[in-house]
């Protein structure tokens, strides 16, 4: 009798063992695997981690390349026919070329399947509609502000930029003069970082709605704001308010690694950014202050209405994906409200903005007046988008190297300007 008890107990022990592994192979096999691209960033390694825990249907094999090579090597995926189902466009511009190649499924159909709302992010239907088509979501909202280091200000006994911001003072010129007031003149203190992106390169003129090469195919810099953008750079280079452009790309600076350090009052970058304060605060990386110690306010502007510049970061599905429908999901889940509220926890501006998100990033900021501006509504000037984007991009970092190290006047500066335009819509329409 206790023989076949044993037998019994046994049978029914390697019964549910069996079960127990089946279960696990059908979820397992339930799970359709995507192969995803993106690049370094920690805090998008959490955003696939946390949709991967979310749901059981689709699982995201994220393919992750180094952000300095993340575009070229992109391009060079694509174009050699790589086996992907969806991808992140680290620059916005390049969806262009993309389309045209046909490397970028049209989502239409997919959006009216799965009935995904778009009218959230209607601020950026320039970003995601060519054509007249769909190609892409953003998750990723777009706005640049300024960000500071009240440390920086207390020892130079020099206001805020808030404080300008609040008297409607926040200019470019005012800017300029700031960042003198707090520099110490010797490169121990710099007033500001302006990078050496060509998006940083004209803020006045993005912000102004110059497009430099029009959709159309005219150049279109007739407009003071272009050299002015040029000549502050140099004003403020030559004041030594800013870290020189040659020494940012010699040196391989990173502007958060310059700005965590503690010797830089003002970053005008993204809305990525209070992301990267995470990090820095989490792994200890502030130098001489605390993560109480630094704020973000508006961009500087001169327009009559507060304007701010950027694109949204966007995902795309693969045309040549055979998982169409699975890479979807995923980037709608990161486009839609259950991601946004993820992304702001990982200190990223979404593209869609709830309740659930505002709440969210309570503690993400250190004081309610940096939240205020991160949140307010606000007109964001894209830049070049277009099919000439590519050109306008690659051209403008050489252009101000080259004005930075001569005595360019302003109609050789002008009409290098114009040359290299030229040069640029002959060749994208050979």
């Known amino acids: 009798m206790r023989k076949l008890l044993y037998v019994f107990m046994v049978c029914v022990f390697m019964v549910a063992v069996v079960a127990l592994v089946a279960g696990f192979s059908i979820g397992a096999y339930a799970k359709e695997t995507i192969t995803y691209y993106l690049w370094d960033d920690p805090t998008y390694k959490n955003i696939v981690e946390a949709f ?22 992109l391009r060079t995926l694509l174009a050699g026919g790589a086996e992907m189902d969806a991808f992140m466009t680290k620059t916005a511009h390049d969806i262009y070329p993309m389309v045209e190649n046909r490397y970028v499924e049209p989502l239409d159909d997919l959006i009216v399947k799965y009935n995904f709302d778009l009218s959230a992010m209607s601020a950026y239907e320039r970003v995601y509609r060519i054509d007249g088509k ?81 959709n159309e195919g005219k150049i279109d810099i007739d407009d003071d704001s272009v050299l002015y953008s040029f000549k502050m750079r140099k004003e403020l280079e030559q004041a030594k308010a800013i870290i020189p452009q040659a020494e940012l790309k010699a040196t391989k600076t990173h502007y958060s690694k ?71 999901k995923f980037i709608a889940w990161m486009g839609g409200p259950e991601g946004a509220k993820v992304v702001a926890q990982n200190g990223f501006l979404p593209a ?41 991009e690659n051209m403008l970092g050489p252009v101000m190297e080259e004005y930075l190290l001569t005595d360019m006047s302003d109609d050789q500066l002008k009409s290098l300007i114009n040359e290299k335009l030229q040069e640029i819509i002959e060749k994208r329409n050979i």
């Open 52 to 73: 991967n825990a979310s749901q059981d249907e689709v699982f995201v094999d994220a393919k992750i390349i180094p952000a300095a090579d993340y575009d070229n090597k």
């Open 134 to 214: 769909v190609y892409n979501i953003p998750f990723r909202g777009a706005a640049y502000y300024t960000y500071y280091n009240k440390k920086v200000f207390e020892k130079a006994g020099v206001p805020t930029p808030d404080t300008y911001v609040e008297k409607g003072e926040w200019t470019w010129e005012k800017f300029v003069e700031v960042a003198k007031q707090i520099a110490t003149g010797d490169g121990k203190i710099y007033g500001a970082l302006m990078y050496f992106w060509s998006l940083n390169q004209v803020s006045p003129a993005i912000q102004r709605g110059v497009q430099f090469i029009t």
């Open 258 to 328: 310059a700005f965590w350090e503690g010797n830089v009052g003002m970053l005008l970058i993204g809305a990525w950014f209070p992301g990267q304060m995470l990090s820095a605060r989490d792994g200890n990386l502030l130098k001489d202050y605390t993560w109480n110690d630094w704020a973000l306010t508006r961009l500087p502007c001169n327009e009559p209405e507060y304007r701010t510049i950027d694109v949204p970061t966007f995902n795309c599905v693969h045309a040549d994906s055979k998982k169409k429908d699975a890479a979807f």
């Open 352 to 392: 869609v903005v709830t309740p659930e998100v505002e709440e969210a990033f309570v503690s993400v900021f250190p004081d309610k007046a940096s939240l205020k501006y991160f949140l307010e509504d606000k007109v964001v000037m894209p830049h070049w988008l277009n099919k000439y984007g590519v050109g306008i």
